[in-house]
């Protein structure tokens, strides 16, 4: 069992930036691929973000490329999300996830097996 909890959501005013924390714990989080999701109401859950265990290798969704950054410390099991320049459409709860069988950084959801619980961000125009 691989849990998470997700961290740093809030308001902010567009164009302006928040750090995103995913703390894990249970089994080895050095490991595993984690990504970063979201989901805006009315919406479906949408990629954002993912990362292999050593951090070499990264995916973006084309929405968040040049704004936001992936990155991980494996010593402190947490995973973070540097959001820039964010825009209005960026409001949404926040999910980091964890794929315990793949060593890939890959956008599809359904193939990650564990989930944290969100966190809110909100950004106004």
């Known amino acids: 069992q691989v849990q998470l909890v997700e961290s740093g959501g809030g308001l902010v005013q567009a164009g302006g930036s928040l750090r995103l924390s995913c703390t894990a714990s249970g089994r080895t989080f050095r490991t595993y691929v984690m990504g970063w999701f979201r989901q805006a109401p009315g919406k479906e859950r949408e990629f954002v973000a993912a990362i292999n265990w050593t951090g070499s290798s990264t995916n973006y969704a084309d929405f968040v490329k040049g704004r936001f950054t992936i990155s991980r410390d494996n010593a402190k099991n947490t995973l973070y999300l540097q959001m820039n320049s964010l825009k209005p459409e960026d409001t949404a709860v926040y999910y980091c996830?964890?794929?315990?069988?793949?060593?890939?950084?890959?956008?599809?959801?359904?193939?990650?097996?564990?989930w944290g619980q969100g966190t809110q961000v909100t950004v106004s125009s």
């Open positions: 996830a964890v794929d315990v069988q793949t060593s890939r950084a890959h956008s599809e959801y359904v193939r990650y097996d564990y």
